[in-house]
């Protein structure tokens, strides 16, 4: 027998209870930006330079562009869209630059645990330091938006075998890192459960761009097709469509014209399609889909 995590049992799509998402909509769409702070010369990125040591300072304002100009022309469309965005945030940014986070505050978005900085992985602690990294994270977000998150997506998507545990007791309700669905799925915790909700690993603007060299126009396009595929699926099957951004990747001005092309696009289902952060689709699902004894695992 192949090792297995324990969390949850296989599940076809095609055998699952029915359910609608608000207002009879069968697909629910999240736009999630992920607004992330470094350290400079140190730690972890994601480097455009090949054969130099990685981190360096090329690397490290490339991704401070997304702090500096790229959020606020992303900022900028999803006003013009009237978009929700669920906000994945690095709590280091709230010291480096709280007026990003304050526009969104502005906005009622959700805010999203990510960490205090993707220049650390989860991996990398014991499970005592990620407690201690999980609980400075929430109070973090307590303080400055005066109340408790309830998702997280580990830094660079890379959790411990931990981490479902860890969030579920610190008071966590949802986690974005297993994306093996298109809808929510109850993953088992030591202490109970924690709710999947899908984040996508392939509409998400690194890998396509950074590690499957992807261009703009096939980043828009690729939105665009997942959508009107999800759409037609979603007929027989309530679905959550995931699109995940980075400032600093979606908000370069080649790439902004085919984002904005793309969202234009998806707006107009909006009489077919629920636009909803990652959270309010946690608490719908929770109500229509209340946890059930999992199958057996294999």
Known sequence: MLKNHGRFGYSAIVNRP????PDGKRLAVHLSLNLEHF??????????????????TY???????????????????VDQLDLPVSLLLNSAVYDHCPEVVAAFRKRSDEVVGHGRTNSEHQRDFDEAGEAQLIDDVKRAIERHEGKSPKGWLSPGVNPNETTPDLLQ?????????????DQPVWIKTRGGHILSIPYPQEVNDIPMICLHHGTAPSFGDMIID??????R???RQPL???????????????????LRRALEHLC???????????GAIADHFSTRAPIKPEPLLR
């Open 233 to 235: 699926q979603s007929v």
């Open 226 to 231: 997942n959508f009107d595929e999800m759409l």
């Open 169 to 181: 007791e610190a008071g966590f309700t949802y986690i974005l890192d297993w994306p093996m669905d």
């Open 268 to 278: 107009g289902a909006r009489d077919k399609v629920w636009f909803a952060t990652t």
């Open 240 to 258: 959550v469509y995931g699109i995940a951004l980075h400032a600093f990747i979606a908000g370069q001005p080649f790439r902004m014209a085919h």
């Open 59 to 77: 690397n490290w304002a490339w991704r401070e562009y997304g702090n500096r100009v790229g959020v606020w022309r992303i900022l900028e469309l």
């Open 18 to 21: 029915d359910f609608s998402w």
């Open 39 to 56: 350290a400079y010369g140190e730690g972890l990125g994601i480097s455009y330079s090949p054969g130099l040591p990685h981190p360096n």
